[in-house]
């Protein structure tokens, strides 16, 4: 599974929006907990879900709950809506629109919900994941339960899921300051959008063309990190430089994309490597075009194809400006270069 946001190259801090936007509803946010086991299933072997939820698949959902209704005190799943697509296998990565909020009312924020200081209009964030045996471990970097997420294996995409259950059940261990009681219901839903397999040894082939006057120079040759070499004397870039290396012939990239790519991504000060996918297990998927990734990324990558491989010269404004990543060894104000193969889109 893909380290915390913020720690690997290309990520904005997701978490830290995600944790205000909980945080306005309970003392402190829902994902200071500790993930607990459970059981999900739409069979009739657990109890029933207790809330209401209604609205179309891609909207906003309105979540409602009796007032004297008993949370299940395990974790129950309802499909809502039932999809037409594929059904989402354990090793998926996988893309949802989210909302959760606690049965008696506060919300914990959703994927509808415009981020803090993002711009009302731009596209709204979804979240996406690897549902392997690593999620657990992402618990603090996601805005559910992990035990929300894996109840979502067996289920189709396109389809609306409702997940239920107490605090004690989705999520285990509960921190008191968090102004919730072991036996308090939780309720979650979920709209999956897309999921696919990535296979992590994906990379982009073919000839790749010579660098263009002023970009650096680029090295991908096996399934290993990419070696750049930044021009000699070249000074930082102040706006967005891009090249196609080697042009694809797949679908165009769109914003609100799950994007499957490889990267190496180097400092243009001194073309040092700060990150690559393939020093993290290989090729990675996240969102584009939403804010989810610095901002180079959405600028340079939404309008390519599958296929191509990018270079991207991008200056300290569009990547992480004064607020570097902790433990990445940038420096505030680094420009940054990337090479990116886009291998996939779901």
């Known amino acids: 599974m893909l380290k915390s946001p913020g720690e690997r190259a290309p990520y904005r801090s997701f978490t830290k929006n995600t944790r205000r936007a909980a945080a306005a509803a309970l003392a402190v946010p829902l994902l200071l907990f500790t993930a607990a086991c459970g059981s999900d299933d739409d069979k009739g072997t657990s109890p029933a879900a207790v809330a209401t939820v209604k609205g179309d698949v891609g909207e906003k959902p309105k979540i409602t709950v009796a007032k004297n209704a008993k949370a299940p005190d395990q974790v129950v799943t309802k499909t809502v809506v039932a999809g037409k697509g594929a059904a989402v296998k354990a090793g998926d990565n996988v893309r949802v629109d989210y909302a959760g909020q606690l049965m008696k009312g506060q919300s914990f924020g959703s994927s509808w919900d415009v981020q803090p200081g993002a711009d009302k209009n731009a596209p709204k964030r979804q979240l996406v994941f690897e549902l392997n045996d690593q999620l657990?471990?992402?618990?603090?970097?996601?805005?559910?339960?992990?035990?929300?997420l894996e109840a979502l294996?067996?289920?189709?995409?396109?389809?609306?899921?409702e997940v239920e259950g107490t605090a004690k059940a989705l999520i285990g261990e509960v921190n008191p300051q968090a102004g919730i009681k072991p036996g308090d219901g939780l309720v979650f839903v979920f709209d999956i959008a897309g999921a696919t397999h990535v296979d992590k040894k994906a990379q982009v082939k073919g000839e790749q063309a010579a660098p263009e006057d002023g970009m650096p120079e680029v090295k991908a040759e096996g399934q290993k990190a990419a070696v750049i070499t930044i021009p000699e004397g070249e000074k930082a870039p102040t706006k967005l430089k891009e090249q196609v290396l080697i042009k694809g012939k797949g679908p165009e990239v769109k914003a609100r994309d799950a994007l499957v790519a490889q990267y190496t991504g180097v400092k243009w000060r001194?073309?040092?490597?700060?990150?690559?996918?393939?020093?993290?297990?290989?090729?990675?998927?996240?969102?584009?075009?939403?804010?989810?990734?610095?901002?180079?990324?959405?600028?340079?990558?939404?309008?390519k194809h599958v296929g191509d491989r990018v270079l991207l010269a991008i200056p300290a404004d569009l990547a992480y400006g004064d607020e570097p990543p902790q433990g990445?060894?940038?420096?505030?104000?680094?420009?940054?270069?990337?090479?990116?193969?886009?291998?996939?889109?779901f």
């Open 136 to 148: 657990p471990q992402m618990q603090q970097n996601l805005p559910v339960p992990v035990k929300a």
């Open 270 to 303: 001194d073309g040092k490597k700060f990150d690559s996918s393939w020093d993290h297990g290989g090729a990675t998927a996240f969102q584009i075009g939403t804010g989810s990734v610095v901002k180079g990324w959405d600028k340079g990558l939404v309008g």
């Open 153 to 161: 294996e067996g289920k189709k995409i396109g389809s609306r899921v």
């Open 328 to 345: 990445s060894g940038l420096a505030k104000g680094d420009a940054l270069v990337f090479v990116v193969d886009i291998v996939g889109t």
